[in-house]
C-alpha cells in the first residue's frame, strides 16, 4: 500500500458539446482562455487558462442529442473554476452575464457560511460552470 496517492491532479477534463466553435469561443473569447491545439478530423479543440486545459470534442450524432440531467445522469454535474482574485471574480461575472447564449443558473452568492462566494451559469453549449473566488 502506497502512503501517497498514486496521481498528481488533473491532465485535462474531456468534454462533449453541441457546437465546438461556440463554446470554445467562449472560452477563449470571454474568458481569454488559449486555444492549445485541436484535432480537425474529430473535430476536437484543446483550450487552456495555463492551469486546466479542457478537450472539447464536438458531438457527432446531433440528430439523437441527449440534454445532461444532473440529477439523472451520471456524469460530469458541473465544472468549477477559480477566480484569481475578487477583481477577476468580478469582470468574469460581468463578461458572462453578458455573453450570448449564456443562461445565469444563479447571481454570486455565498457558498455555505462563506467567505467562499460562486455563481453558477450554463455556457451557450449547455455545460455547468461554477466560479469560485476565495476572498483575501
Request: hydrophobic fraction near 40%; glycine fraction near 8%; aromatic fraction near 8%.
Amino acid at each position: 500500500m502506497h502512503a501517497q496517492p498514486l496521481t498528481v491532479g488533473i491532465d485535462h477534463v474531456g468534454l462533449t458539446v453541441s457546437n465546438l466553435e461556440t463554446t470554445r469561443d467562449f472560452f477563449v473569447s470571454c474568458l481569454g482562455w488559449r486555444e492549445v491545439g485541436g484535432r480537425p478530423e474529430y473535430p476536437a479543440s484543446f483550450v487552456s487558462d495555463g492551469t486546466v486545459m479542457l478537450t472539447l470534442w464536438q458531438l457527432t450524432d446531433t440528430e439523437r442529442k441527449v440534454e445532461f440531467d444532473r440529477k439523472r445522469n451520471v456524469g460530469l454535474h458541473h465544472l468549477a473554476l477559480r477566480a484569481a482574485d475578487e477583481a477577476s471574480f468580478a469582470e468574469i461575472v460581468e463578461r458572462v452575464s453578458k455573453w450570448p447564449g449564456v443562461i445565469v443558473e444563479f447571481a454570486p452568492e455565498l457558498l455555505g457560511k462563506g467567505p467562499k462566494r460562486h455563481t453558477m451559469i450554463y455556457e451557450p453549449g449547455g455545460i455547468r460552470i461554477e466560479f469560485d473566488v476565495v476572498p483575501a
